[in-house]
């Protein structure tokens, strides 16, 4: 069982930033693919990043490409750096882990946190 939890979500004006963090509550936190997702009001939830068990393989979605940046420590975290932020970045945002190699799959995640919400105005 993992328990994640998200923090760092906010309120902040287009083209500024925000840093996302999820903390793992597992012993082998070392053996998990994470991932970040973010679901908008009446829309599916989306990939947007995600990190190998060692960090050192990445992946994005092309719509954050260039302005977000998934990283994770040996302390079971996982941040989510957002730059130049977007109105359209609205979202509740997710983490997620898996077993295995990273995937931009959703239903090939098995554990999710409860979401953070960020706004972006413009």
């Known amino acids: 069982q993992v328990q994640l939890v998200e923090s760092g979500g906010g309120w902040v004006q287009a083209g500024g930033s925000l840093r996302l963090s999820c903390g793992a509550f597992?012993?082998?936190?070392?053996?998990?693919?994470m991932g970040w997702f973010r679901q908008a009001p009446g829309k599916e939830r989306e990939f947007v990043a995600t990190?190998?068990?060692?960090?050192?393989?990445t992946s994005y979605a092309d719509s954050v490409k260039g302005r977000f940046t998934i990283s994770r420590d040996n302390a079971n975290t996982v941040y989510l750096q957002m730059n130049s932020l977007k109105p359209e970045d609205t979202a509740v945002y997710y983490c997620?882990?898996?077993?295995?190699?990273?995937?931009?799959?959703?239903?090939?995640?098995?554990?999710w946190g409860q979401g953070t919400q960020v706004t972006v105005s413009s």
């Open positions: 997620a882990s898996r077993q295995g190699l990273i995937t931009q799959d959703r239903q090939r995640y098995d554990y």
């Open positions: 597992v012993r082998t936190f070392g053996i998990y693919a």
């Open positions: 990190i190998s068990r060692g960090g050192s393989t």
